[in-house]
Each structure stands twice: as C-alpha cells, then as structure tokens.
C-alpha cells in the first residue's frame, strides 16, 4: 500500500486495453462484486446525479449531463448516449470513506451501573465507479488529514485502504470546474485501480494496481489500438478546452493573511446565508463534532460523531461564546483556511477545483471571484 491509503501505483503502467461494445462494462462490476466490493456509482435520483449502490449498468446515468452554474444545477439529456458525460454532483466519496454520522460507544444503565461499550466499526469492502481525477485530489488531502498526521482516524484508514478507486477521465468540464488551475484535473494520472476514458464507440482502460489488473483479467478486452488511444486523447482535450473558470494560485496564502480586515469579507458576509451547503458537498472539509445521543426509553445513550461546520456560530465557542460571532468572519475562516493555512497544517490547499461550493451556494457565492476581487482591490 502507498502511504496515501492507495493500492501502489506501478512506475510503468501496462499499455492501455480496449473494452466494447460499452455493455460489456457489465464485466467489469459483476467481477467487483464476484470479489466481495460493495459497488457505488453514479445514478438518477431526486433530479440530481448522486452516488448510490448499484449492481447493473442500466442505473448509470446514460444519455444524461449536469448543467450548472453559481446556484444553480440541473440535470438535460444530451444529444448522445455517453455514460459518463457529466461532471459532478451534490455527493463526494466523503460519504463513504468519512461517514456523516459515526456511532463511537454507548453506555446502556444495568443493575450494578453503566456498561460501557466501544461499538465496532464494519464498513463494507466499497469499489467506487466514477472517480474523477479532482476527487482523487480530494482523497489525498483527506489522507493527508486523517491518516498521516500524529492522529490516525482508524475509521477512516480501515474504508480508504480497502477502497478499490475505478476512475473515469473527464471528457467535459462545467462552468464551475477549475481543476486545471489547482492542477488536479482533468485526467487521471495516479491514485486509482482502473481509470477509463469514454468513447462513442467504447472505453480505454488503464490499469494502475494489480488489483485493477486482476479485475480486467476477466472481462472481454484485448489492447488498444493508436486510432482508440487518439480518439480518448481528443475526448480527454475537450475537458482542458472547456474550462474557463480559473482561479489564480500565485502566492495566494500569503494574499489572503494580509488582508484579514479587507471590506469584501463584509461584503461577501452580507450575502452568505451561513447555510453550510459549501462545508457539506466539499470533498476535503472534516470539521465535526461528538455528541451523546440519548435513548429516552431504554436509557441507553450514544456517543456518536456527526459531520459539522466552521459556520455554524457554536461551532467556535469557547468559553460560552463565539470565536466567531458574525457571518463575516466566519466566510473569512472558511476561506483562509481552505486556500491559506491548510498550506500551513497540512502542506497542500484544502481545495481541488471542483466547482461544488460554487454550485450548491443558495446565492450563488463563487470563491474564484472573491479571491479575484481580493487581488484586484489590492493590487
């Protein structure tokens, strides 16, 4: 295993495979599950695309695409049947590997006192089906978080070191994307067990991990030829045509921590709803809280860790009150923290271009443009 949780990368990766016609790809998850995976992939529900279970390639989201904007997603058929011809969702591979909610003890009252009990952790052997290069971006940060620090969070290190990562290529980008300027996108380069990238007529594979190795082995696929490796090249090009979002990096930490008391942090503050949609669809943001969650009828309680946010107001007190009492400062911590001092903890930024903050903001509050509009009026 590497020390990011992934199943070693090879330094030379055998040459790429050709799967077709596309349903043969069938292949590909019934092996997973032949193999103990709990498959999660891209699916339709609640007129979004979302990360669910699935066992049959009729639930991926064929012939659909995502068309977003700031505050804004909705889902449009497209003029062709691809597969893969979106960008991303509401839901990150967060959920998986970092539960919402994680049950730690409980505490059940007997005759003779408190029986206290650390309750067991068996999350299923997950194979994730999709992963585009941004959110292997977002794992690593998270390793680099939960794993290889002083503390290790043994949930989370138990889920990521099972996790059997099937990346896809990117072969469109949305108004929200700007993985190019956070360099982590659009293609696949490490990090993952199999990456494909889509065709009209069928998918490359390349396979990074013999456990990749081991799964292609028993589907129908024979090497690549330079016409099908120049047909996923173009389609991967699209995806760095597309982009026009761009955030500029140069130098961005110490910008951000010169300009603490910058009238925009007000400005941007009068807008924000504190609604912590931003905290909740990023891939890399960890903040949470452990709470006892008592049972009135059996009197048993419950100590369980929940997800939480920087922007929530209790969410800093300290000694009965907020840190951070107004909505201003807390956009500012959220902010500085993800592009500044995340550099400062962590030694990468908290941010991999995404664009999911930008699209699921109620008012459509976009990071790119208030970093731009820092620089412009420091200039």
């Known amino acids: 295993m590497s020390n990011t949780g992934h199943p070693e990368v090879a330094e030379s990766l055998p040459p790429p495979l050709w799967l077709s016609p596309k349903d043969r790809f069938q292949q590909v998850i019934d092996e997973l599950r032949q193999q103990g995976y709990t498959v999660v992939g891209p699916t339709i529900s609640q007129q979004a695309i979302v990360y669910d279970e699935i066992d049959r390639i009729e639930q991926l989201p064929r012939g659909w695409t995502d068309v977003q904007g700031a505050g804004v997603y909705r889902l449009q058929q497209r003029q062709d049947e691809s597969w893969f011809g979106y960008v991303v969702g509401p839901h990150s591979w967060k959920k998986f590997l970092y539960p919402p909610i994680l049950r730690l003890s409980a505490a059940t009252p007997t005759a003779s006192g408190w029986q206290f009990d650390r309750l067991t952790d068996d999350p299923p052997r997950y194979a994730f089906l999709g992963v585009r290069s941004c959110e292997i971006a977002a794992m690593e940060v998270q390793d680099r978080v939960l794993m290889q620090g002083a503390y290790i969070d043994d949930a989370y290190r138990r889920r990521r070191e099972e996790a059997f990562l099937l990346a896809v290529n990117c072969t469109l980008s949305g108004a929200n994307c700007f993985c190019t300027s956070m360099q982590t996108g659009p293609r696949c380069t490490a990090g993952f067990d199999l990456a494909i990238t889509e065709t009209p007529e069928g998918f490359v594979v390349e396979t990074g991990s013999a ?68 905290t909740m669809v990023c891939p890399t943001c960890f903040c949470c809280s452990v ?78 443009e208030e970093v731009a509009a820092l620089r412009e009026t420091t200039a």
């Open 211 to 278: 456990r990749g190795r081991d799964v292609v082995a028993a589907c129908d696929v024979r090497p690549a030829t330079k016409a099908e490796l120049a047909a996923a090249a173009a389609a991967q090009q699209q995806a760095v045509d597309q982009q026009t979002k761009r955030l500029d990096t140069a130098d961005l930490p110490r910008l951000l921590m010169a300009n603490l008391d910058h009238p925009r942090w007000q400005e941007v503050g009068n807008r924000c709803l504190s609604c912590t949609n931003c």
């Open 291 to 368: 709470e006892e969650v008592p049972d009135l009828n059996s009197g048993r309680v419950e100590r369980q860790r929940k997800w939480d946010s920087c922007f929530h107001e209790e969410f800093s007190n300290l000694n009965g009150r907020p840190v951070r009492p107004d909505i201003p400062s807390r956009y500012r911590q959220w902010l500085t923290h993800k592009l500044a001092t995340w550099h400062d903890q962590f030694g990468t930024s908290g941010c991999v271009g995404c664009g999911r903050c930008i699209t699921w903001c109620p008012v459509g509050i976009d990071l790119t």
